[in-house]
């Protein structure tokens, strides 16, 4: 028999409001006669049998503020030296990825490279920033350097010095020589550890870090807000601790970001208003000052190079893919020794480096590629800074996987192509009439332009649909998703060239140099470099026509004339849109094609361009956003192409 609830819920409160229990509770008991509580007011673990001690200090910064840092000592441990990660992420879930008596479990996870700090019986020390966790402070997400963005005289500068000071005082198994490293936030902070660096500093392992903000990291892409990362700043600056998730109200993210309309009208509704952040970034959509003075790149490369760095980069990184490269480019000619500036480059995504890498995706590579670099370069290069009695290490400038022929290359500089006997040219690949691609220039008399209708109401997915949320299932891969379902659109437009006879090996940043026209008067231009698979594999049927994205990115159209300053496009007008996709280190294989595709939309990872100019499109309205017909064009004098980073032999 079914009742009503409401029925059920009158009759439940009426029976609970006459019986004695309600209208009479018992009578405390009497004191003295409360049973003791069976909980230690202090509980003394007993640790004989560990490998480890561990230590939770909090320790004190120049500005009286206290850090808190979880210091891991091997039993036995003396001159050892310290290995130290500064982490928004909390310290202690770092140092406690298990219970055991052993250290390997314990530091077995995300920003740990397990294997090298036990094996090289490292003393490990894990600190929360400033603001985040057990530490005290205000928490700003990438706290600027002291100067005209922070007035304050701390920054993570001079946090990273006065705990590096700490540790050499207070750690008395060390032997004095600190290291740092960190992946992604975590890599950021290596990289403000070098600006007016502790002695005792001895190397620095920035590790896919986030390094420019809007130009192509974390926050922006040329311009093109990468709203999936909205969720990130949420978690990050709503609580200390972060235990305050991100809702959704769709299983399909495609779904969520499409109701609300935009990305300020999304943040409206999850109340990021109330973020410092977020409304930096709502007042600052463009490449301000705001921005440049972050830069990390451009603030390394007016510093002194006192402390050796190896920057390691992941090819698809989908989270930081521009930083370590530009980190690179900004101090590799300043290392006139070649002592100070290492770059290591692996077919990974953001952070694999320290965790499985034979394969991402769909793609093999025939080891375990990660594996790889941390025991046959990582280690040995932290050994021979951070050990006493340790050899030079045999690292080679650049550490450079080739994608396609799956072999590690080790390089002089970057982009070199090869060890000796090569250079690197940059070599146009024209879309042509026909949807086709190839390295001879356009003829007269074939067609001009290529169109496709961009409606904002129908943006093409970043991925095949569901979309989860960004790092949800399939996020780390989605760089080496099959781009098919894309190249089959009306609203994408995809130049193939013949199948290849030859090897056609890059190295470098391909540069996107389209020349384009919208009806509107603000675009999109997504330009992806894509390697097609022969139509069968063997030994992989699966892989069958596979279309592999080897470099792509977005370039916001209202900056095409200036970066910092947004202007209108002149409607169906051919202009010039040109911009860096990210490095890439790959051969295209005999029996493959090259592809080049061209849309408008990246959705929802980017939020949409409404197509007609406004101000700010973080506040765009629903009426905004109109149908547009894109033109890309390949006559001769107005060809479009992709320039290639050529590797030929001299």
Known sequence: MLLNRGLISVLAVSILAASPSAQNPPPRPPAGQTLPSETPATFQPRTESFDYARRDVMVPMRDGVRLHTVILVPKGARGAPVLLTRTPYDATALTTHASSTHLGPIL??????????????????????????????????????HGPLNPTPVDHATDTYDTIDWLVKNVPESNGKVGILGVSYDGFLPLMAVVNPHPALKVSVPMNPMVDGWMGDDWFHNGAFRQQMMPYIHDQEATRTSELP?????????????????????????????????????????????WREQAMDRILAGQPLHVPMMLVHSLWDQEDIYGAPAVYKALEPKDTENDKVFLVMGPWHHGQEIREGSSLGAIKFNSDTALYFRQEILRPFLDRYLKDDAPKADVAPVTAFETGTNTWRRLPAWPAGCATGCSVQATPLYLGAGLKAGFAAPKSGDAAFDEYVSDPSKPVPYRLRPNQPASGPGWAQWLVEDQREASGRPDVVAFVSDVLAAPVKISGQPMANLIASTSGTDADWVVKLIDVYPDEVAGQPSMGGFQLMVAGDIFRGRYRESLETPQPIASDEPLLYRFALPTANHVFLPGHRLMVQVQSTWFPLYDRNPQTFVPNIFLAKPGDFRKAVQRVYHAPGQASFVELPLVTMK
């Open 246 to 290: 991100w809702w959704t109200s769709h299983y399909d993210d495609y779904d969520t970001y499409m109701e609300a309309g935009s990305a300020g009208e999304l943040a409206r509704r999850h109340g990021l208003e109330q973020l410092g952040f977020w409304r930096k970034i709502v007042e600052h959509p463009s490449y301000d000052a705001f």
């Open 108 to 145: 077995y996870g995300y920003d740990n490279a397990t294997d090298v700090i036990v094996e090289g019986g490292y003393i490990r020390a894990v600190q929360d920033v400033r603001g985040k966790h057990g530490s005290e402070g205000d928490y700003v997400m990438n706290r600027p350097l």
